[in-house]
């Protein structure tokens, strides 16, 4: 080993350091940005430790690379709206797994006569889920941007064709595996990747796609680390088991918080299924007019509000928190109550409401806010559906029977934003539109909430 | 990969997906998109890989060209994940909209 070579191990050992304790400060709000500064040291620490280590000799293709990658990557961290956020993520797995992929496919045109069974495993593994990731991110991330239906795509015999296509995706990597001499099984094996990633996420409903999100964030996470076993890097295995894991929790997460288990939200085609068990959804809504709405909440004690997707798509954060805030000002204790599932990833309504300059202090997660809502006087249930649906808890026929739900209903009264009678993306009725304490309030959720703001100042 | 080096590997992977376990399950929800954006950059890492393929010694040009392409998603993916991350996080470190006395002049329109 050559002195350069020890400079790159010991880049490699201090950046792995760096990004175990930059995770580790995102335990709190406070610590997580400091954090992230330490994990870009580590970053640069480690670039730096190869450029010097690696025995380069043609520069160009790096510089190039780099200053693309550069212009593209800051562009997009600029200009990305908050409420973009689950589709731009998607793309940043895309984009991390197609790297992955990438340099298993070189590797391969390199150096496939010489790799031993361990190595040429790992390598199938990490550009079969480079490329199954790559593609099924593009396509989550294109259900997100609305540019492919984000209703579920289903056909006769979907799960038969890709199980069929699994099946044939492992037997084109086993066969690599055992023959590496037929370079036609290896480029099969990536074909079918390509394949099976766009047919793995086309049938699963935008309802789902923080299941999704976690769940590429783990295989693009896991196709790095395969890629650290290819080529023997520690920092590549820890970066990505790490990026792995925690896709991996989260998914589990998301998962319990709908009540489902990772292969019904994969297989299940959730959504597209049409409930005809929404026993009690009977009756008449009533409607409430934008005065008498902003009445109650103006006399309330406390409020909380619940946000859903519709909040994102109205782009309604900042006119939320005007609310919330004037309301405030008249002494009205307020709270958000944020659902894990509720948005399209996890966490993806605390962004949009800090964003919007709503203090992390006030909002509150599902456990902790429940006990609150029969001591609450008005629930302002801002797009959200699904995650209030109290058939969850009390229809064990119900298809999201046992989701946990945000128990607004427990609330004395209930206003619902709501564009119009339309169901939630699950087609489920929801009884709690139907209730005698709930009103609805029709109409975009961001003029909604600014006309409530300023009605409620003139009470 | 010889037995020796596999076997090592394979301690760091159940050592770094333990301790993986352990920091993340005590990420708050609150940060979970934060979380996921910035495992995505860190995982970036995987732009090592692709500089020694874009330009080491006894590689091909073919490889050197996969390795652009290589190079450039990665570092999308670590400047554009770093980059947001930190937008998101500069949010959630604000306190109470009071104590950011900056937030408001350019959104008042004077009449004239």
Same mark, same amino acid.
């Given at each position: 080993?050559?002195?350069?070579?020890?400079?790159?191990e010991?880049?490699?050992?201090?950046?792995?350091?760096?990004?175990?304790?930059?995770?580790?400060?995102?335990?709190?709000?406070?610590?997580?940005?400091?954090?992230?500064?330490?994990?870009?040291?580590?970053?640069?620490?480690?670039?730096?430790?190869?450029?010097?280590?690696?025995?380069?000799?043609?520069?160009?293709?790096?510089?190039?690379?780099?200053?693309?990658?550069?212009?593209?990557?800051?562009?997009?961290?600029?200009?990305?709206?908050?409420?973009?956020?689950?589709?731009?993520?998607?793309?940043?797995?895309a984009?991390?797994?197609?790297?992955?992929?990438?340099v298993?496919?070189?590797?391969?045109?390199?150096?496939?006569?010489?790799?031993?069974?361990?190595?040429?495993?790992?390598?199938?593994?990490?550009?079969?889920?480079?490329?199954?990731?790559?593609?099924?991110?593009?396509?989550?991330?294109?259900?997100?941007?609305?540019?492919?239906?984000?209703?579920?795509?289903?056909?006769?015999?979907?799960?038969?064709?890709?199980?069929?296509?699994?099946?044939?995706?492992?037997?084109?990597?086993?066969?690599?595996?055992?023959?590496?001499?037929?370079?036609?099984?290896?480029?099969t094996?990536?074909? @079918? !990747? +390509?394949?099976?990633? %766009?047919?793995? /996420?086309?049938?699963? *409903?935008? #309802?789902?796609?923080?299941?999704?999100?976690?769940?590429?964030?783990?295989?693009?996470?896991?196709?790095?680390?395969?890629?650290?076993?290819?080529?023997?890097?520690?920092?590549?295995?820890?970066?990505?088991?790490?990026?792995?894991?925690?896709?991996?929790?989260?998914?589990?997460?998301?998962?319990?918080?709908?009540?489902?288990?990772?292969?019904n939200?994969?297989?299940?085609?959730?959504?597209?299924?049409?409930?005809?068990?929404?026993?009690?959804?009977?009756?008449?809504?009533?409607?409430?007019?934008?005065?008498d709405?902003?009445?109650? @909440? !103006? +006399?309330?004690?406390? %409020?909380?509000? /619940?946000?859903?997707? *519709?909040? #994102?798509?109205?782009?309604a954060?900042?006119?939320?928190?005007?609310?919330?805030?004037?309301?405030?000002?008249?002494?009205?204790?307020?709270?958000?109550?944020?659902?894990?599932?509720?948005?399209?990833?996890?966490?993806?309504?605390?962004?949009?409401?800090?964003?919007?300059?709503?203090?992390?202090?006030s909002?509150?997660?599902?456990?902790?806010?429940n006990?609150?809502?029969?001591?609450?006087?008005?629930?302002?249930?801002?797009?959200?559906?699904?995650?209030?649906?109290?058939?969850?808890?009390?229809?064990?026929?119900?298809?999201?029977?046992?989701?946990?739900?945000?128990? %607004?209903?427990?609330a004395?009264?209930?206003?619902?934003?709501?564009?119009?009678?339309?169901?939630?993306?699950?087609?489920?009725?929801?009884?709690?539109f139907?209730?005698?304490?709930?009103?609805?309030?029709?109409g975009?959720?961001?003029?909604?909430?600014?006309?409530?703001?300023?009605?409620?100042?003139?009470? | 990969?010889?037995?020796?080096?596999?076997?090592?590997?394979?301690?760091?992977?159940?050592?770094?997906?333990?301790?993986?376990?352990?920091?993340?399950?005590?990420?708050?929800?609150?940060?979970?998109?934060?979380?996921?954006?910035?495992?995505?950059?860190?995982?970036?890492?995987?732009?090592?890989?692709?500089?020694?393929?874009?330009?080491?010694?006894?590689?091909?040009?073919?490889?050197?060209?996969?390795?652009?392409?290589?190079?450039?998603?990665?570092?999308?993916?670590?400047?554009?994940?770093?980059?947001?991350?930190?937008?998101?996080?500069?949010?959630?470190?604000?306190?109470?909209?009071?104590?950011?006395?900056?937030?408001?002049?350019?959104?008042?329109?004077?009449?004239?």
């Amino acid at each position: 080993m050559t002195i350069t070579t020890y400079f790159m191990e010991a880049t490699y050992l201090v950046a792995s350091i760096l990004f175990v304790l930059a995770l580790k400060g995102m335990s709190h709000p406070e610590t997580a940005r400091r954090g992230m500064f330490l994990a870009e040291g580590g970053m640069f620490a480690a670039i730096v430790g190869t450029l010097v280590g690696a025995h380069i000799v043609t520069w160009v293709w790096i510089i190039a690379g780099l200053a693309v990658g550069s212009i593209i990557g800051a562009w997009m961290a600029v200009s990305v709206p908050m409420t973009a956020m689950p589709q731009r993520t998607a793309l940043s797995h895309a984009f991390g797994a197609l790297a992955a992929a990438l340099v298993g496919i070189g590797e391969f045109v390199v150096k496939a006569s010489q790799m031993g069974a361990v190595t040429r495993g790992a390598l199938g593994f990490e550009v079969m889920l480079g490329a199954l990731t790559t593609t099924g991110s593009l396509i989550a991330a294109g259900k997100l941007q609305g540019v492919i239906a984000g209703k579920p795509t289903q056909f006769r015999g979907q799960n038969a064709i890709n199980l069929a296509l699994a099946i044939a995706m492992v037997a084109s990597f086993v066969f690599f595996w055992i023959q590496p001499q037929t370079v036609a099984a290896f480029y099969t094996m990536l074909g @079918l !990747a +390509f394949v099976f990633g %766009v047919l793995l /996420v086309i049938p699963i *409903g935008s #309802a789902d796609m923080p299941v999704v999100m976690s769940l590429l964030n783990s295989y693009a996470g896991l196709a790095a680390a395969a890629t650290g076993f290819v080529l023997g890097n520690n920092v590549l295995i820890i970066a990505g088991t790490l990026d792995g894991f925690s896709g991996f929790i989260l998914s589990v997460l998301m998962c319990k918080a709908m009540n489902r288990s990772i292969t019904n939200v994969l297989f299940g085609g959730f959504g597209a299924i049409i409930a005809e068990a929404s026993s009690n959804a009977g009756g008449v809504m009533r409607e409430i007019s934008l005065d008498d709405a902003a009445m109650q @909440l !103006a +006399f309330a004690n406390r %409020v909380i509000f /619940v946000p859903g997707y *519709g909040l #994102a798509t109205a782009q309604a954060q900042h006119a939320c928190r005007e609310l919330g805030e004037l309301l405030e000002s008249r002494g009205v204790t307020v709270k958000y109550a944020i659902h894990p599932v509720a948005g399209r990833m996890p966490g993806h309504m605390n962004v949009l409401l800090a964003e919007a300059n709503v203090p992390y202090s006030s909002l509150c997660e599902m456990e902790q806010i429940n006990p609150e809502f029969p001591s609450t006087d008005v629930a302002v249930v801002i797009g959200a559906n699904d995650v209030v649906n109290p058939d969850a808890r009390d229809n064990p026929k119900s298809i999201i029977a046992g989701m946990p739900i945000l128990e %607004v209903d427990r609330a004395r009264s209930v206003i619902v934003l709501k564009r119009g009678q339309g169901r939630g993306f699950s087609g489920l009725e929801n009884p709690l539109f139907f209730k005698p304490c709930t009103a609805m309030l029709y109409g975009d959720a961001k003029s909604s909430l600014s006309h409530l703001a300023q009605a409620v100042q003139h009470v | 990969m010889n037995p020796a080096v596999l076997i090592a590997s394979v301690y760091v992977f159940a050592l770094a997906a333990f301790l993986g376990y352990q920091v993340i399950s005590r990420v708050p929800p609150l940060l979970h998109t934060p979380l996921m954006s910035a495992t995505n950059a860190i995982s970036g890492i995987s732009l090592i890989g692709s500089l020694v393929l874009a330009g080491a010694k006894g590689y091909p040009l073919p490889a050197h060209i996969l390795g652009f392409v290589a190079v450039t998603t990665a570092t999308v993916n670590v400047v554009g994940g770093f980059g947001i991350t930190d937008r998101m996080l500069k949010m959630f470190g604000k306190r109470k909209p009071e104590a950011t006395p900056e937030a408001k002049p350019e959104t008042k329109v004077v009449k004239k």
